[in-house]
């Protein structure tokens, strides 16, 4: 199976950044979620990115299936998806590569 060294670099360094943000940040990692949406133009892009994880939720989710995987597989790359935004697809090419399963 191809492994995916880009996002695997990717993951790691921006896995190390985000811990590093939230251990100096002043503020919770949900104050900043809501003040990132109490403007119009900052709740564009937080809506944009969002949608793009929608689109990578869906794409995980038939990824899986096409390689004979359960939804359950890829529920947690979802949760991770759902709080960290690019970890949870990062982390699913690096686990389960690019290569496509049987049909």
């Not at 492994?3 to 590093?20: K, V």
């Not at 251990?23 to 900043?32: D, G, P, R, V, Y």
């Not at 900052?42 to 390689?67: F, G, H």
Request: aromatic share 12%; glycine share 6%.
């Amino acid at each position: 199976m191809h492994r995916p060294y880009i996002a695997l670099a990717s993951l790691l360094a921006f896995s190390l950044y985000t811990l590093g943000t939230l251990l100096w940040a002043e503020q919770s990692l949900l104050a900043f979620g809501i003040e990132l949406l109490s403007r119009p133009d900052t709740a564009q892009v937080v809506i944009d990115l969002y949608l793009m994880a929608a689109l990578a939720c869906v794409w995980m989710y038939r990824d899986a299936r096409a390689k004979g995987k359960s939804l359950a597989s890829v529920m947690p790359y979802w949760l991770l998806t759902m709080v960290f935004v690019s970890v949870g697809p990062l982390l699913y090419i690096v686990v389960n590569g690019f290569a496509r399963g049987r049909r």
